[in-house]
């Protein structure tokens, strides 16, 4: 393999971003190059699909462009009868359409008018025009407002207190245990034995002996200890 021989590298052009060129020249010379492709894209689909073609381009001067498989007044002429024709047909059903939106938007703002004055007579805002029948209306729908707000309350404050008892009943449980457990090691503890001091009646206080417990006779019972006299 010759290590001399020179290797042409073939360029690949990337992708160009789509946007306005801000540098005027490079502009231009794009404007040029895009135009000449347009137009030859042009010709080359009207010779082989046989087909009228029509190019219309201004520039940003605002010099015009064109470019025509035949002549460009009779391509225009057939555009012009061809959107007519097109509109004329769809016409009866865009008129509906709108007449329909139309409509709807009508009801709509009725609607929402009549809301906003039941809501300020909700409020007790322009009750001046309102008859005996309308007054005893709106102070129904209040009363059913209310109870159906109490209601709720209700049921938020018997959710409270049931998680407070609950609470309640997780503490007393703990104080339980905990009671449970001092009592257990209390159990546990040794238990010294008590002395029992034996005097003689005719001797003096320095006379008296003491004996432990086990020769006294002792009662067996559980709890804490009692002092016996």
């Known amino acids: ?3 001399g021989m ?3 590298g073939t360029m690949v052009r990337g992708k160009i971003e789509i946007k306005k060129i801000e540098n005027v020249t490079s502009r231009q010379v ?6 000449s492709g347009l137009f030859k894209k042009a010709h ?4 082989l699909c046989d087909a009228q073609v029509a190019a219309i381009v201004f520039s940003q001067s605002g010099r015009l462009h064109e470019y025509s498989s035949s ?5 225009i002429e057939r555009y012009d009868k061809f959107t007519n024709a097109l509109y004329v047909a769809e016409r009866p059903q865009i008129e509906r359409y709108l007449q329909e939106l139309k409509m709807e938007m009508n009801r709509m703002v009725k609607k929402i008018d009549l809301l906003e004055v ?3 007579k909700l409020l007790g805002q322009g009750l001046d025009s309102c008859s005996v029948t ?3 209306e709106i102070d129904t729908q209040i009363e059913k407002s209310l109870r159906i ?3 709720r309350k209700a049921e938020l404050y018997a959710d409270q207190l049931k998680k407070l008892k609950e609470k309640e009943r997780e503490l007393l449980n703990e104080r339980k245990r905990l009671r449970e457990e001092q009592i257990r090691e209390m159990l546990m503890r040794p238990v010294v034995q008590p002395t029992l001091q034996i005097c003689d009646k005719g001797k003096t206080e320095g006379g008296c002996s003491t004996k432990h417990s086990s020769e006294v006779e002792t009662d067996l019972f559980i709890g804490l200890p009692v002092t016996r006299l």
């Open 44 to 47: 080359e689909l009207s010779v």
């Open 30 to 35: 794009t404007f040029s190059k895009r135009r």
């Open 149 to 151: 707000v109490r209601s």
């Open 71 to 75: 002549e460009m007044e009779k391509i």
């Open 1 to 3: 393999m010759n290590l």
């Open 118 to 120: 039941h809501h300020r």
């Open 134 to 136: 309308e007054l005893q």
């Open 6 to 8: 020179k290797i042409v």
